[in-house]
């Protein structure tokens, strides 16, 4: 019984490539979605799990009404909405600025305990 030649896999190169282009796609549509829709008046996005059980906020809630008022250029009222969000926006560029910096132990317990101590200041009420 002949067989057929071999087909060649795609590779590591280009299977890095298709997942660079995907999140890219993936990123402007969600982009665009809060940009034309308002998640604080539309009932097109997700809402908050943990508050939806527990009825408290979480580190994340405002999120996505900050980031639309952000695409708009509306920094203050971003920033009111969800402060948290420029801390996480920070980390993930320096994730991608200083990789070397950013692997150790110490950035990612800082980032963990930041977040823990924010969540707790949020469920008492001292910040927004």
Not at 30 to 59: D, H, K
């Amino acid at each position: 019984m002949k067989t057929g030649p071999a087909v060649p896999s795609a590779g590591p190169f280009f299977m890095k490539i298709f997942l660079i282009v995907l999140s890219i796609v993936v990123a402007a549509v969600g982009l665009t979605l809060l940009y034309l829709y308002n998640p604080a008046e539309s009932g097109f996005f997700p809402v908050c799990l943990f508050r939806y059980f527990t009825g408290l906020p979480c580190p994340g809630c405002g999120f996505q009404r900050s980031m639309h008022q952000l695409l708009h250029g509306h920094f203050l009222e971003s920033l009111y909405l969800c402060p948290y969000a420029y801390f996480q926006g920070s980390a993930l560029l320096a994730l991608y600025v200083f990789p070397e910096k950013t692997k150790s132990l110490g950035f990612a317990l800082f980032v963990v305990i930041t977040t823990f101590v924010y969540a707790i200041l949020r469920i008492c009420g001292c910040v927004p």
